[in-house]
């Protein structure tokens, strides 16, 4: 998209993708009128899928305003250029017309990368499952590591994290943790964190200070509607056993814990955070739901085919991803080639900076073509 000072004609990419840009506009102020109507405002549901809707065109329209503001401011100070005839004030309608052209001309680029196939997940809430993999008792301490790092990241962007199912290990770690993290976004940063983490460090329990390498996996699932993945009661094995209250007595203690079978897939959900067997059965409900359009997502990308798949994207579980060297207060992302020497700082929740560059990575190759949406 140009936004120079020449007066070349647009071509016709360039008129396309203002229509498209047009376009766009007039579906986030139809988004607008449609939730002031007082059947959709009251519509919780319909509700809450335009609002999503309606913020991933926000960013996309405000820089389009800007775009054709300075093109105008551009266009004006070339017309009134011509008429002018003090010296003083051509130089300043001169220095007008290039500080609009330059604006123009970068709003022009943001543009491009804005109008880039966009992930329809990335506005979603994400359920996040840890799970300490090899390395025993030092993989669980890891993981524990691992959702301390997420839980200050999130706080840091103002996100709220809930703890959905935790397996405590022996000495502190968790075996397995699943939380939900509610928050503007909270997919298109998280989903690059999906594979395996491994960690160099002389574990607390190694006498001989003895290096040892273990890993985590980390799964970033998107939260799914209930209108997305239609979970039939038929479909479900439902138990439920108790959940012992302090001191183990039966007065404390209530059918309250839940463990649910999906019997199509043979997934399995168990839950006995809350005191409420309701409030356990919601949850297990929602986990169930995430995993079933995770399943449904990679099934969508296996027969898309490997060849069309991101380049970093939301990497399978198996697939090792980055590794954390204490010894050397070291990060390396592998997919990516980035090692960042301050691995302090990430441990404690920055991680703008590593997964800024892997979405840099990602839009590059997707502007490069290198693999088609």
């Known amino acids: 998209m140009g936004g120079g000072g020449g007066q070349a004609e647009p071509g016709h990419q360039e008129i396309k993708l203002i229509d498209r840009l047009e376009g766009i506009a007039k579906r986030y102020h139809d988004i607008e009128s449609e939730m002031a109507r007082p059947e959709v405002a009251s519509d919780h549901e319909q509700l809450t899928k335009l609002a999503r809707e309606q913020r991933t065109l926000r960013e996309m329209v405000n820089t389009y305003e800007d775009y054709k503001r300075a093109l105008h401011e551009a266009e004006s100070a070339r017309e009134m250029l011509k008429h002018e005839k003090d010296p003083e004030m051509q130089e ?25 196939p966009k992930d329809p997940n990335d506005e979603r809430d994400v359920i996040v499952e840890i799970q300490g993999a090899e390395g025993g008792e030092e993989a669980a301490l890891f993981a524990a590591d691992l959702f301390r790092m997420y839980s200050k990241w999130a706080e840091k962007k103002g996100w709220k994290i809930e703890v959905v199912e935790a397996s405590p290990s022996e000495k502190g770690g968790f075996d397995k943790i699943v939380f939900e993290v509610h928050g503007q976004g909270a997919y298109s940063q998280l989903k690059y964190e999906g ?3 491994r960690v160099q460090r002389v574990p607390k329990t190694e006498a001989q200070g003895r290096i040892h390498t273990s890993a985590a996996t980390v799964a970033v699932m998107p939260e799914a509607d209930p209108v997305e993945v239609e979970i039939k009661p038929e479909d479900l094995d439902i ?4 959940s012992t209250g302090p001191g183990g007595q039966s007065v404390n203690t209530t059918y309250s814990a839940i463990r649910m079978t999906h019997k199509p897939t043979g997934l399995v959900v168990s839950m006995q955070d809350e005191k409420s067997q309701l409030q356990n059965r ?15 997502l990679a099934e969508q990308q296996a027969a898309i085919g490997a060849e069309r798949r991101s380049m970093v994207g939301t990497g399978g579980r198996s697939e090792k991803i980055r590794t954390y060297n204490f010894k050397e207060n070291r990060v390396t992302d592998h997919r990516i080639k980035l090692t960042l020497h301050r691995l302090d700082s990430v441990m404690n929740g920055d991680l703008d900076e590593l997964v800024a560059a892997l979405v840099n990575a990602e839009r590059a190759a997707q502007l490069n073509g290198e693999h088609p949406a």
Do not use: I, M
């Open 92 to 116: 300043y309608l001169r220095s007008e017309e290039r500080r609009a052209a330059t604006q123009a001309g970068e709003g022009g680029e943001r543009l491009k990368v804005l109008l880039l």
């Open 195 to 197: 594979g395996v983490h």
């Open 239 to 242: 138990k439920t056993s108790t």
């Open 282 to 296: 919601e949850k297990a409900l929602r986990v169930l739901r995430a995993r079933l359009y995770d399943l449904k």
